[in-house]
């Protein structure tokens, strides 16, 4: 077992010993202390899952293998958890999606939901401007609505990086349906791909 995996999954008992000892013992007067130690926790939780799958890979474990167990697929372990190397320049891969890419997403939604269409538009890079316009990009909108009835609410999105870009997906629900708005943002927060996607169909 390597030393990294010990030290952290060590760090991780004491915190949860600690967390879990506290309402007994009266160790945390303030409650958001115990929010704070519980949310240290979870990173250690997350750097203990990265160490095992490395591990993992380390002894010729395979990405459908993983998946497995975590009950995902081999891509969506690998881009959680891979390490993959830039053909372009041999060196290993940004992996860390874009800062605020969640928040970028729910605005651009927001924007789609209230008929915003010059807004959206002034998002786009270059060639999202030249293949999408505000015209096209209201009759698309319209499109679903006409689909599936009025917008409601979205719900949690993810952020994955891939090579330069990173991929939002976050769920919709209308009132007759539910989509998801895959929205995939440059570096620059511009956006090179926005899709309305039907969940029950091959994405």
Wanted: aromatic share 6%.
């Amino acid at each position: 077992m390597s030393t990294s995996f010990t030290v952290i999954g060590q760090q991780l008992h004491r915190q949860l010993g600690e967390i879990l000892a506290a309402p007994v013992l009266g160790g945390r007067d303030d409650p958001l202390e115990l929010v704070s130690a519980a949310h240290e926790a979870q990173d250690q939780a997350e750097a203990l899952m990265a160490a095992a799958v490395q591990q993992a890979r380390d002894a010729g474990r395979t990405w459908q293998e993983i998946g497995g167990v975590l009950g995902v697929s081999r891509q969506a372990v690998f881009q959680r958890y891979g390490k993959p190397i830039d053909p372009r320049t041999g060196e290993a891969m940004n992996t860390n999606a874009l800062p605020g890419a969640a928040e970028l997403a729910r605005a651009v939604i927001d924007d789609l939901a209230h008929a915003r269409w010059t807004d959206v538009s002034a998002r786009f890079d270059a060639t999202m401007r030249d293949r999408l316009t505000v015209e096209g990009l209201a009759e698309a909108w319209a499109h679903i609505v006409g689909l599936a009835g009025a917008y409601t609410s979205h719900g949690g999105t993810d952020a994955v990086r891939a090579g330069d870009f990173t991929t939002t997906n976050t769920p919709l629900s209308f009132e007759a349906g539910d989509f998801v708005a895959r929205i995939t943002f440059r570096d620059d927060q511009t956006i090179a791909g926005l899709y309305i996607l039907d969940p029950n169909t091959n994405q």
